[in-house]
């Protein structure tokens, strides 16, 4: 394989991009503002302090563009937490290895279970969710699982430990349509510091796993951010750039971002470099203007007074609903959770919200034979 | 008047049912536009769990579906979703899609002209999407394509006409109704498309993103009919000089 992001990413000074992200004028703003294909120094300077002035301009314009490309829809679903055993040691996480919680893995028929109560609540888009652990929640429990999900569902997505081009090869066959896999942060130190055992303390195989997936012809890719870890601009500027790189080499994947904000769990650590609603906005806008056919996701870890604010605005999926922990649907609903949930809508409700809000919630557009 | 597989349609306006806010916004629409043929996609049906709130108002409005393949990237898919179209919708009718580039949906000429083929073959009535290529065309015409549709713009970005010098090549050689699809952002785009002689044009986002979709649809209405009765009138040529109504050789006449 052809060097990945791992080797561009290596060329990068975190320090660097954190000064250009602070150095844009109000007229830089504004002429990046000003045009329709942006560049990395375009969304630079969107996010920059300057451009905060700018924030009602950029997010109507963040509108048009969403509703041209994506017209007034948003696609649903629900995530579906299989496992919560981990063997990586992070330290912001609930599910991390040394974290004394009540460990599951479900069976066959817990599976099965929660996913005819997903299809009760009309959910049609899952994404699968385990903690990382590859020992016993690897390729051989995907393969037993993967096939009895796919029955119930038009749409697999899939949140799991990174894997190699040959596992997603096969994935792609059992019937995933999507991969997430989140860099959490792009500051070394940082990412050092917070993931201290397993697998996920290489920064590198994390760093390169979207071009695994390029490779191996996955139709969706989904890269993310956990904002609070390290500087915002930065990682945002990080992940933009790993957003152009992905776009320009794999063509024929989707690109789907998440903007997930640190929350508190029962890890329980400070957040260092929290991100406001303010400029949760200035961001989720900002990626928008820098790509047009971008899907945002938006979970329910936000509350519903922001999610019906910034779902109109430029976010295409969100989740409604949401139990995050194994069973939570209906096997066993008292298991601890990943980490808790501010937006507590059942679907029914959520999508009786989006129409009054003017758009059309979606549960279904895609289909099983596509992209096998 | 638009001839398909012996069919014939008054309406020179078909339209694509997304991006609409609701399926009561989607029937409306469709109503003041005076369309007589949509296009949905397969994926988009929920046919498993009966569940879908557009196919039954589209089928009571008596409009003529034409189910289509968008999502397939390679024609091997588009093959699948069009015998689920024909199955599921009792139609042979396909607008065949086939876009490998998630980014600009635009279409993939080789996999379209070897998916053409083999639908022919199945028995299909094909409308490929393609890129304004006269050459491709003139290829999907001979596979056996009821009609071309190519592109005015890339799909969704309301450009108008950008390929216009490809398009009235493709126009002036074609056999088959061409129909263009994609990129029309306004009425007068639709009308443009029709004077210069495409038999039909295909509108879904300028319709569905307008803040006000069912007047915008009656603009589109009008612009087609508009256009539709100019070509058939005989549209006079340009010309760089001005030519007075009453020239003042007149009188030469009198002589």
Redesign the interface.
């Known amino acids: 394989m052809m060097a990945g992001f791992f080797a561009l990413w290596q060329q990068q000074s975190w320090e660097h991009q954190l000064l250009q992200s602070r150095s844009y004028t109000l007229a830089q703003a504004r002429q990046a503002l000003g045009k329709t294909r942006l560049n990395l120094q375009d969304f630079q300077a969107l996010i920059s302090p300057a451009a905060e002035p700018l924030l009602p301009m950029l997010a109507a314009k963040a509108q048009q563009f969403t509703?041209?490309?994506?017209?007034?829809?948003q696609q649903l679903f629900a995530p579906l937490y299989l496992s919560n055993l981990c063997a990586n040691e992070c330290s912001y996480c609930g599910f991390s290895m040394s974290q004394k919680v009540k460990r599951r893995v479900l069976s066959a028929e817990e599976v099965e279970i929660e996913c005819l109560a997903l299809?009760k609540c009309?959910i049609?888009q899952v994404l699968i969710v385990t903690g990382e652990h590859e020992r016993k929640v690897g390729m051989p429990y995907f393969r037993q699982m993967l096939p009895l999900i796919r029955r119930h569902f038009?749409s697999l997505m899939l949140e799991v430990q990174p894997l190699s081009e040959a596992d997603y090869r096969e994935l792609r066959q059992l019937g995933v349509d999507a991969v997430m896999v989140y860099q959490e942060t792009y500051q070394q130190a940082a990412y050092q510091r917070y993931h201290l055992k397993g697998q996920k303390a290489d920064i590198g195989w994390r760093l390169d796993c979207p071009d695994r997936l390029g490779s191996a012809g996955v139709?969706k890719i989904g890269i993310g951010v956990l904002f609070g870890l390290a500087d915002w601009r930065t990682d945002a500027s990080f992940l933009a750039m790993h957003l152009l790189y992905l776009?320009q080499h794999y063509?024929?994947?989707?690109y789907s971002l998440s903007v997930p904000r640190i929350r508190p769990c029962s890890g329980g650590i400070e957040v260092p470099y929290p991100l406001s609603d303010k400029h949760l906005v200035q961001l989720i806008c900002a990626f928008r203007l820098l790509s047009p056919?971008l899907e945002i996701s938006l979970s329910t870890r936000e509350r519903p007074e922001l999610r019906d604010q910034l779902v109109p605005i430029a976010i295409t999926s969100s989740s409604a609903g949401s139990s995050t922990r194994p069973g939570g649907y209906a096997v066993d609903p008292e298991a601890l959770e990943q980490f808790s949930i501010d937006d507590s809508r059942s679907p029914a409700l959520y999508k009786q919200r989006l129409?009054q809000l003017?758009?059309?919630p979606?549960?279904?557009?895609?289909?099983p034979?596509?992209?096998? | 008047m638009l001839t398909l597989d012996g069919v014939q349609l008054n309406s020179a306006l078909l339209l694509g049912t997304g991006k609409f806010a609701s399926a009561r916004q989607l029937i409306a629409a469709v109503e003041a536009s005076g369309t007589e043929l949509v296009t949905l996609a397969m994926k988009r049906l929920d046919l498993q769990h009966q569940s879908d709130d557009i196919l039954a108002p589209l089928q009571q409005l008596g409009v003529r579906l034409l189910p289509n393949t968008s999502g397939a990237k390679t024609a091997s898919e588009a093959l699948f979703a069009a015998e689920l179209a024909r199955e599921a919708l009792g139609t042979n009718w396909l607008k065949l899609e086939i876009h490998p580039d998630p980014r600009y949906l635009l279409p993939d000429p080789i996999e379209t002209l070897q998916a053409a083929r083999e639908l022919v073959k199945r028995g299909f009535v094909v409308l490929p999407y393609c890129p304004a290529d006269p050459v491709l065309c003139k290829r999907l015409e001979e596979a056996g394509c009821a009609a071309v549709m190519p592109l005015g713009a890339p799909i969704g970005s309301n450009q108008g006409l950008q390929t216009l010098a490809m398009l009235e090549i493709i126009i002036e050689q074609a056999s088959v109704p061409v129909i263009i699809d994609a990129g029309l952002g306004a009425p007068s785009h639709a009308c443009q498309a029709l004077e210069l002689g495409a038999s039909a044009v295909l509108v879904n986002t300028a319709i569905a993103s307008a803040a006000d979709p069912v007047a915008m649809a009656t603009g589109f209405r009008l612009a087609c009919e508009a256009g539709v009765y100019a070509r058939h009138s005989g549209l006079a040529a340009a010309c760089t000089q001005a030519q007075a109504s009453s020239p003042l050789t007149r009188f030469l006449e009198t002589l």
């Open positions: 509703r041209q490309r994506f017209g007034r829809i299809r009309g049609d038009s139709d776009q063509w024929q994947s989707r056919s129409q003017g758009l059309a979606v549960s279904k557009d895609w289909e034979y596509l992209g096998r």
